[in-house]
């Protein structure tokens, strides 16, 4: 009931991903900062679902505050996701480029007549196609991240 599990659930991975973190990484710090914004627009949207629902009727100066401030958590949770996922997705540019890379080296590795050279050859270049495939794959879901984002803006402050 009230979505406690979701809020908290955020808390402890900002919590954890801050804890792990060696040095000042931009991607960790962004991601712990959207998680605690999306923890408080949910312990925030709480009161709003109170009130709604008529569990418990707050004063209507108290629900435009809680409005306004869950609105503010809302928005930074969404601006922070959207920084972290274009960063996420100029990284993993520059991971299929290397990966890409790998594969020419695989490619230009001379193997005729060298049976398990060529075995290996084999072996390496599946498991790096895997991780260029599963790269793509997470680049995908970026962009599909990014643009619900971007959708969400007008929807979320404009009503539309």
């Known amino acids: 009931m009230l979505r406690i599990g979701r809020y908290v659930g ?36 709480h009161f709003l679902l109170l009130n709604r629902i008529g569990a418990y009727k707050f004063s209507p100066k108290f629900i435009n505050h809680i409005d306004l401030l869950s609105n503010l958590f809302w928005g930074i949770e969404c601006f922070t996701n ?4 274009i960063i996420d997705y100029y990284q993993n540019i520059a991971e299929v480029q290397s990966v890409n890379q790998s594969l020419k080296k695989i490619e230009n590795t001379e193997s005729e007549g060298k049976y398990y050279l060529h075995l290996f050859k084999l072996t390496e270049y599946k498991l790096i196609m895997t991780k260029k495939a599963k790269l793509k794959m997470d680049m995908l879901k970026k962009i599909v ?7 969400d803006i007008p929807v979320r402050f404009f009503s539309i």
Request: proline share 2%.
């Open 145 to 151: 991240d990014i643009s619900r984002c971007i959708a």
């Open 10 to 45: 955020s808390l402890r991975n900002a919590i954890n991903r801050l804890k792990e973190m060696k040095g000042l990484e931009a991607s960790p710090i962004i991601k712990s900062i959207s998680d605690i914004a999306n923890s408080l627009y949910f312990i925030s949207d």
């Open 82 to 85: 959207l920084i972290y996922d």
